[in-house]
């Protein structure tokens, strides 16, 4: 089984900063792509930053050149630096990976518990 372990929410101002992270442990062979999804009240889920295995990220037009997403593979951690922050990304953030585990030879999705976060105007 995998694990992914969330943390870095809060409570900030808008215009303030916040890093997430995430960790994933378990019974690890590989690790196909890590990111990020939020989701709002009332909102569905949506993808905010994902890091394919091959070095290529994926963001969504809300977050360019706010949210950076990097990774450290020897620690199976994904980050999430967020900047700029506004009262719309008030958000519960949920770290996302598709892994293969030792036991397939396919990658199989799992999703953290979520992290809050609350930006306040």
């Known amino acids: 089984q995998v694990q992914l372990v969330e943390s870095g929410g809060g409570l900030v101002q808008a215009g303030g900063s916040l890093r997430l992270s995430c960790a994933a442990s378990?019974?690890?062979?590989?690790?196909?792509?890590m990111g990020w999804y939020r989701q709002a009240p009332g909102k569905q889920r949506e993808l905010v930053a994902v890091?394919?295995?091959?070095?290529?990220?994926t963001y969504a037009d809300f977050v360019v050149g706010r949210f950076t997403i990097t990774r450290d593979n020897a620690k199976n951690s994904v980050y999430l630096q967020i900047n700029s922050l506004k009262t719309e990304d008030t958000a519960v953030y949920y770290c996302?990976?598709?892994?293969?585990?030792?036991?397939?030879?396919?990658?199989?999705?799992?999703w953290g518990q979520g992290t809050q976060i609350t930006v306040s105007s």
């Open positions: 996302y990976g598709v892994i293969i585990t030792t036991d397939r030879s396919y990658g199989t999705s799992y």
């Open positions: 378990g019974s690890i062979s590989s690790i196909n792509a």
């Open positions: 890091l394919h295995s091959g070095g290529s990220t």
